[in-house]
């Protein structure tokens, strides 16, 4: 089972995960995309992933699950990070900048604000 980087990380894409993953399986979107089909938040591809866990605490927007334990609200996330698998050439791994670690009133709003209650 591969980790799901959840909508908790659109337009916060923090790339601490990124730098932490041993088999460099988390992407960004960096194709033509008119339709809007795939926000600004990174993607995790389920066949290179290799379940090691170690890019879910990395994460301090907490956006990131293992598939099975993806909160149900965001069950349609799972299906949008395996579209990797579509559009391959239109995916690469960002080069991970350095970004201001979100304050826990950040994180907490941010899932207040996709509906994800602590």
């Given at each position: 089972m591969a980790f799901v980087i959840t909508r908790l990380c659109r337009d916060c894409v923090d790339q601490s995960c990124v730098s932490e993953c041993p088999v460099d399986c988390i992407y960004e979107f960096r194709g033509d995309d008119p339709r809007g089909e795939f926000p600004d938040q990174?993607?995790?591809d389920p066949e290179i992933c290799i379940n090691c866990g170690i890019c879910e605490p990395a994460c301090p927007w907490e956006a990131i699950f293992e598939r099975e334990d993806v909160?149900?609200?965001?069950?349609e996330d799972i299906a949008l990070n395996a579209r990797v698998l579509e559009r391959p050439s239109d995916f690469a791994v960002p080069e991970a900048t350095d970004r201001q670690l979100p304050s826990s009133d950040q994180v907490r709003s941010n899932k207040q604000k996709w509906g994800l209650y602590e």
């Open positions: 990174l993607y995790i909160p149900m609200l965001f069950e």
